[in-house]
C-alpha cells in the first residue's frame, strides 16, 4: 500500500508551518548582535571590540597589536585595548553570540516535514515489479502552536549572550588594567630595593674595613651583613615578582612570539590632585552593571519557559499523518489498483505523566531566578559603596605617605647629613636613615598602587567586569628591618 498527504491537508499542515517563517534580521549576518556588544563596551570603558572571523581579519588585528606593543613602552589604556583585540577567550566569547544568534534563527523556522516512501512485494513480475508503494508526510502541529514561545525563549537566550560577551569584555579589561598595575608597581619596588641594596652595600663594607681595624666588633659586623643579604634576597625575590607579573600581563593580552617584547614603565604614574566624588555610586551602579542585567534576562528566559511548559502541559507531541494507499493486485491476468485515502493522528496520552511535575519545576525554576536576581541587587549595591569607600580611603593613606611620612623621613636624612658633616652623627647612622627614608618610599609605592587598583575596583563594581576584588589587600615589597652596627 502507498500512503501520499492529501492536497487539501498537506496544504493545510504547510500553510500552518508557514506562518511564523519570517526570520529577523537581527539573528542574519556575518556578525549578529556583536554590534550591539561592541556599542555596550564603548560605552562603558571607551574601548574598541572587535570579533575577527576570517584569515584576513585576524592578519590585521595581529598587525595592529604588533604595532602597538613591539618595543612600545605601553600604558595601561594601550595594554586593555590590546588584550580586548588580541585575547582569544574573549574571541570565543563573541562566538557564543553568533552560536546563540543562529539558535534563535533555527527556532524562527517550521520543523521539516517528515517523509518517507518505501516499496512493498519487490521482484513481483506479475504486478510490475512491485506490489504497493509506501508513503507518508507527518507534519509536528505543536511546532507552529509553540514556535512563538520557543523564539521567545531563544530571543532572551541571545541577548543574554551578548550581555555575557560584554560582561567578558569589561571583565578582562578589568584583569588587564589590574595586571598591568601590579606589573608596574613590581618594577618599581625593584628601583626602590635597588637603591637600598646600594645603600647596604656601602655599609657592610664600611663594617668590614672598619672590623679589619679592630674599630667595630664581630657583632656588628654581622649585623651589616645580614641586612645587606636579606636586602640581596628581598631584590632578586622581587624581580622574580615583576617577571610574573609582566607574563601574566603578557598572556591577557594574548601576546606571542616577537610582540612579547614590550615594556611597561618603571613606575605607576604620580597620585592625582584629588580623587574626585562619584555621585549615586549605588544607582549608577543598579543602572549600568551588565551582571545585573543577565539575571534580570535569567528571569526572562524561566518566564518563557514557563510559558512554553504551560503550552506543552499534557500534550508534547502531536503529528498530523495523512494520504492514502494504493495496491495492486492481479486477477486472471489483468492488475487490479485500488486506492483508499488514510488520516492519522499521533500523540502521547497523558496517563502517567500529566505535566504536574514539569510545571513544578517551571514555577521552581522561576522562583530561584528572582531570588538571584534580589541578591544580585543586593550585591551588587554592597559591592558599589565598598568599592566607593576603598577608593577615597586609599587615596588618603597614599596621599598621607607622600605628603607626611616620606617628607619626615627626608628631614631626618637631611638633618642626619649634617650633624655627620658636623662630626656629630656616625656613618652607620646616616645609612640608617637612607634607608627607613627608602622604607618610607617603597610603603608610598605600595599605598599608590593601591589606590590605582582601587580606582579600577571601582569603575568595575559600576559598570561590571570585577571578581570580588578589593583594592589595598595585596601584599606590596618592604624593606629589610635594619640593625645597624650599633657602635
Known amino acids: 500500500m502507498g500512503r501520499f498527504k492529501s492536497p487539501l491537508i498537506l496544504g493545510g499542515a504547510l500553510v500552518l508551518g508557514a506562518c511564523a517563517t519570517t526570520v529577523p ?8 548582535g556583536f554590534a550591539d556588544v561592541a556599542s555596550q563596551t564603548q560605552a562603558a570603558i571607551g574601548k574598541r571590540a572587535v570579533f575577527a572571523q576570517s584569515q584576513a581579519e585576524n592578519k590585521a588585528v595581529q598587525k595592529e597589536v604588533t604595532q602597538m606593543v613591539y618595543r612600545k613602552t605601553i600604558s595601561a589604556e594601550r595594554a586593555v585595548q590590546v588584550a580586548l583585540l588580541n585575547n582569544r577567550g574573549l574571541q570565543a566569547s563573541y562566538a557564543n553570540v553568533g552560536l546563540s544568534a543562529a539558535e534563535a534563527w533555527q527556532q524562527s523556522t517550521p520543523e521539516n516535514p517528515v517523509v518517507s516512501i518505501g516499496l512493498l512485494g519487490i521482484g513481483a513480475a506479475e504486478l510490475g515489479a ?12 505543536l511546532d507552529a502552536k509553540t514556535r512563538k514561545q520557543r523564539m521567545a525563549l531563544a530571543d532572551v537566550n541571545f541577548r543574554a549572550a551578548q550581555l555575557m560577551a560584554v560582561n567578558d569584555t569589561l571583565a578582562l579589561a578589568h584583569q588587564t588594567r589590574r595586571a598591568w598595575i601590579e606589573a608596574v608597581a613590581a618594577f618599581e619596588a625593584v628601583g626602590h630595593l635597588n637603591r637600598a641594596l646600594a645603600t647596604s652595600d656601602a655599609g657592610s663594607e664600611l663594617a668590614r674595613k672598619l672590623g679589619e681595624t679592630g674599630a667595630l666588633g664581630r657583632a656588628g659586623q654581622a649585623r651589616e651583613q645580614a641586612f645587606n643579604a636579606e636586602l640581596a634576597g628581598q631584590l632578586a625575590q622581587a624581580r622574580l615578582g615583576a617577571s610574573r607579573a609582566k607574563e601574566n ?36 551602579a543598579l543602572r549600568n552593571r551588565v551582571d545585573l542585567r543577565v539575571a534580570k534576562l535569567g528571569l526572562e528566559a524561566q518566564a518563557a519557559a514557563f510559558g512554553l511548559t504551560d503550552q506543552t502541559r499534557l500534550v508534547t507531541d502531536l503529528e ?23 488520516l492519522e493522528l499521533e500523540f502521547a496520552i497523558p496517563i502517567y505523566d500529566s505535566g504536574k511535575a514539569r510545571m513544578r519545576k517551571a ?22 559603596r565598598g ?15 607622600r605628603d607626611v611620612l616620606v617628607p619626615l623621613r627626608k628631614t631626618v636624612e637631611d638633618e642626619g647629613l649634617l650633624s655627620y ?22 610603603d608610598a609605592a605600595n599605598a599608590k598602587r593601591d589606590f590605582y587598583m582601587a580606582q579600577a575596583d571601582l569603575t568595575a563594581a559600576i559598570y561590571g567586569g570585577g ?13 629589610a628591618a635594619a640593625g645597624g652596627a650599633g657602635h
Open 25 to 32: 534580521d537581527i539573528y542574519i549576518g556575518a556578525n549578529p
Open 130 to 141: 512491485y506490489r504497493a508503494i509506501e508513503g507518508m508526510i507527518a507534519t509536528n502541529i
Open 249 to 284: 600581563l603578557t598572556r591577557l593580552m594574548g601576546l606571542w612570539g616577537a610582540d612579547v617584547e614590550f615594556y611597561v614603565p618603571d613606575a605607576l604614574p604620580p597620585l592625582p590632585r584629588s580623587a574626585g566624588q562619584v555621585a549615586n555610586v549605588e544607582s549608577k
Open 320 to 342: 498530523i499523518i495523512a494520504g492514502f494507499e494504493t495496491e495492486r493486485e492481479a486477477e486472471g491476468g489483468d492488475v487490479a489498483t485500488s486506492t483508499t485515502p488514510q
Open 363 to 384: 514555577e521552581l525554576a522561576y522562583l530561584q531566578a528572582a531570588n538571584v536576581l534580589a541578591e544580585k541587587a543586593v550585591n551588587v549595591r554592597s559591592e558599589a
Open 387 to 401: 568599592a566607593e569607600v576603598a577608593y577615597h580611603a586609599s587615596y588618603k593613606i597614599a596621599r598621607h605617605y
Open 421 to 442: 658633616n658636623g662630626m656629630i652623627t656616625s656613618t652607620f647612622e646616616l645609612l640608617t636613615d637612607v634607608r627607613e627614608k627608602l622604607g618610607a618610599q617603597m
Open 467 to 479: 571578581a570580588d576584588n578589593s583594592g589595598g589587600t595585596e601584599g606590596g615589597a618592604t624593606l
